[in-house]
């Protein structure tokens, strides 16, 4: 691997001291997945990261970005000493962003900032080095960690920015330098730490705070809060860019096709009929995908070629990511799996439930004759006084339809439960946990299974579970 920091300039970008020499090929927080050669960043968070430097020099880290040095570490290891290494580390970041020519395009919003970065980062392949988390790392130490992995010839980077409380935007977006700013959309998500919509739109304004003069706003033509963002964004000199699917937008969807495991997008590309597809189904990827053209052509990319390239994007695991489970190890009776375990608001719910919906169960697999549609449910965490209420109308979304069983858990969902009628009320559990040791009685061969709930909901166990269950197959569309 290449040359990624030198402690020369570590020491510059920080103004910490170290008395020995190193090179580092990368920035690392956790010694589960440090390589040989990284520089480890010794964070506070729910563990004191000075507890793990020993390990990480064991295991082959160049040097470690400490406060202090920490016990059972001779005092002349590798360590760049700074007054606080989260500040040290947002400053590396400033300094790798201030020492590329990239083009850095941020993305937020209330749903779709992961899938939409990673729709980015297919997009841009075809014209040069792209660099973007390789996780959903948004938050205050998320994104100047991406910063500071990136290298001097990034030719793109793509910034995911996410927040819960007002405030937490902007400081990011000033850090990233940004030449694009996307917002996704804006929906009633974190409404715990906000008033109302009206609030959420006026936080996720904040990305221009960070975004260059001249630079361009990539705004949902659709939402209510259009003309809030656009005035916010042409308040910072910015040009806006639109899509959506009102005829107003530049980039107009004119429909989205969903067959099986992929998308037909048909759309107004400055007002040229274009079709493209997704491999990957939803509308509302679609939507993302027009967001993330618009942010291509942004930056000087051919459009055409970014929609090729896009014809082989996957979404990713937790966000729809699609896999056959083979339960009988190779004489066809498979189960299908979609995985959008990794959070969950209203918005994205109806969203997921509308790709399971357009689903094809297969019939005569297994011991139930008919193919199901089942969805395991878990809670919608973060909304606020209005929690209940938002998980019981759940129960009037049309996709319901069309999904056989609906198993849910968690307290919040036990209201969707009770409002569920009884053809399609499935059981309802605790917990994940509880789910998850009883999804083998629950699925049979010729079912599509899609789990959603918010992270701390935990139902990633019951995707594990299910994973489990016999032999895996990822499905490529």
Request: glycine content about 10%; some cysteine.
């Amino acid at each position: 691997m290449s040359m990624l920091w030198t402690s020369a300039e570590a020491i510059a970008a920080t103004g910490g001291v170290c008395a020995v020499e190193w090179q580092a090929t990368g920035v690392s927080i956790d010694t589960r997945s440090i390589e040989a050669g990284d520089l480890f960043v010794a964070l506070t968070d729910q563990r004191d990261g000075h507890e793990f430097v020993a390990a990480a020099l064991e295991k082959g880290a160049s040097a470690a970005l400490v406060s202090r040095v920490p016990e059972g570490v001779a005092p002349d290891a590798p360590l760049l000493v700074v007054a606080d290494v989260l500040k040290a580390l947002e400053k590396m970041g400033v300094a790798a962003r201030a020492r590329t020519e990239a083009k850095v395009i941020g993305v937020t919003g209330s749903v779709g900032k992961t899938g939409t970065k990673e729709m980015l980062r297919t997009a841009l392949a075809p014209f040069g080095k792209v660099h973007a988390a390789v996780r959903s790392f948004n938050n205050h130490w998320g994104v100047p960690l991406t910063l500071a992995r990136m290298s001097r010839d990034t030719e793109f980077a793509v910034i995911e920015i996410g927040m819960n409380h007002p405030g937490e935007i902007g400081p990011l977006a000033v850090m990233a330098d940004l030449d694009v700013a996307i917002i996704t959309t804006v929906a009633a998500v974190h409404m715990a730490a906000f008033k109302d919509i009206t609030e959420i739109a006026k936080a996720k304004a904040e990305i221009f705070e960070g975004l260059r003069k001249g630079g361009i706003a990539v705004l949902n033509a659709d939402i209510p809060s259009f003309g809030l963002l656009a005035k916010a964004a042409r308040r910072r000199d910015a040009k806006v860019s639109s899509f959506g699917t009102s005829s107003s937008a530049d980039l107009v969807l004119k429909g989205a096709m969903l067959a099986g495991t992929s998308t037909t997008v048909d759309t107004l590309f400055n007002g040229q009929p274009i079709l493209f597809r997704l491999a990957a189904p939803g509308q509302h990827l679609a939507m993302n995908a027009l967001s993330a053209l618009a942010a291509v052509q942004a930056v000087g990319g051919d459009p055409a070629q970014a929609m090729l390239a896009l014809a082989h994007w996957h979404a990713p695991d937790g966000r729809g990511a699609r896999h056959i489970i083979d339960l009988a190890n190779g004489a066809g009776e498979t189960l299908e799996l979609i995985d959008e375990s990794y959070n969950a608001n209203p918005t994205s719910m109806q969203a997921a439930l509308d790709v399971l919906a357009a689903a094809t169960p297969i019939d005569n697999l297994g011991r139930i004759v008919t193919g199901r549609r089942i969805a395991f449910l878990g809670d919608m965490l973060e909304l606020g006084p209005t929690s209940g209420a938002l998980h019981g109308a759940l129960a009037e979304l049309a996709a319901l339809e069309r999904i056989d069983v609906i198993h849910t858990c968690g307290p919040q969902m036990k209201i969707l439960h009770a409002g569920l009628p009884f053809g399609k009320q499935g059981m309802w559990f605790e917990d994940g946990a509880a789910m998850a040791a009883n999804v083998h009685r629950l699925l049979d061969a010729g079912d599509v299974a899609m789990v959603k709930g918010s992270l701390g909901a935990r139902v990633g166990q019951v995707v594990t579970a299910i994973r489990a269950l016999g032999t895996e197959q990822t499905d490529k569309g």
